[in-house]
């Protein structure tokens, strides 16, 4: 079933109001180059076609490349798709893109990927969410890290990420919420770590609800804070760029301090038409600290490079 496999596509070229993308990060080994490709598709009774977008973390120069949704291809035996002549899968990507404004050409080699922990009852990062029928918008993760090799080639500018760190997540489904806050960070001070929390107003039968998810990769063990296993956000807060809220499970609760840095334009779906601007940072900085219900402080990680996204209007449910 492909509910157990939530990165590979999980739609069909038929549908309507329906978008699927998923978000390919790459950090060089010194840090000083952050590149997301966004491969997917928007279908609309109007206009069906699929896209690349790409984001310079540094600069928060974005790009937007359509395709005829002819030019989407998926594998159905394996994690695999093809827009245009750029390959995306679980072991690398292949990139060949041309427009008037960008030219990418180059391979990227993903190895050691650190999965994120499912179950039959919790096939993915949204738990027995991933189970609940008419839901505007699914989450789903590739991989909490893995190590790069390979370079790209950007307008005559070549780029070396050998040695560097990847994330692999996506989303599909109607829309995007409303309102959300999303925060994910794999380069930190020290470590193998990574750390990715959502928390978005989610629209059902008519009315809404908060709901977060949030995992902590700390020293190989993964710590859960989602609203499906009764976690908690506590003194959330945003101002002057900068983040704050503390999560609570049963166990354990984290602390986590974000600083919004250089951000860039995105295309996000509505009713699957990508037609909304957000601004996505990819160049944030993050502090974390992770305490047992004791009060005894289990760990620290200080984390740059960080994505961050911030729709403030969710603030007033805080």
Not at 68 to 83: G, M, Q, T, Y
Not at 130 to 145: A, L, N, Q, R, T
Not at 146 to 168: P, R
Not at 273 to 279: A, F, T, V
Request: charged fraction near 20%; proline fraction near 3%.
């Amino acid at each position: 079933m492909k509910i157990f496999t939530p990165l590979t596509f999980q739609g069909n070229l038929n549908k309507n109001k329906y978008f699927e993308g998923w978000y390919f990060k790459h950090v060089s080994k010194n840090r000083e180059h952050v590149l997301s490709f966004i491969p997917g598709i928007a279908l609309t009774k109007t206009d069906k076609h699929a896209f690349i977008q790409i984001i310079d973390g540094i600069s928060g120069k974005t790009w937007n490349i359509n395709y005829p949704l002819s030019a989407f291809n998926s594998s159905k035996k394996a994690f695999e798709i093809k827009v245009g002549t750029s390959v995306f899968t679980e072991t690398g990507i292949e990139l060949n893109i041309q427009s008037e404004e960008i030219t990418v050409k180059g391979k990227i080699r993903f190895t050691n990927l650190t999965k994120y922990p499912t179950t039959f009852l919790s096939p993915g990062i949204m738990g027995w969410y991933s189970f609940v029928p008419f839901m505007e918008c699914k989450h789903g993760i590739g991989s909490v890290s893995h190590n790069l090799s390979g370079d790209i080639t950007i307008n005559d500018k070549n780029i070396n990420f050998s040695d560097g760190t990847g994330y692999i997540e996506k989303d599909w489904g109607t829309s995007f919420p409303e309102s959300w806050i999303w925060l994910h960070c794999n380069t930190f001070d020290k470590g193998r770590n990574s750390f990715t929390f959502s928390v978005a107003k989610i629209p059902w039968l008519g009315n809404f609800f908060m709901g977060h998810i949030c995992f902590l990769y700390l020293d190989d063990k993964f710590y859960l804070f989602a609203t499906y296993n009764k976690s908690k956000i506590v003194n959330l807060k945003f101002a002057n760029k900068k983040l704050e809220f503390e999560l609570r499970n049963r166990n354990h609760y984290l602390k986590v301090t974000a600083t919004q840095k250089q951000s860039g334009n995105l295309k996000a779906p509505v009713t699957g038409e990508m037609n909304r601007i957000i601004k996505e940072s990819v160049n944030s900085e993050v502090q974390i600290s992770l305490f047992n219900n004791s009060g005894e402080l289990i760990g620290q990680l200080k984390g740059e490079r960080a994505g961050l996204e911030v729709i403030e209007e969710i603030l007033k449910y805080f």
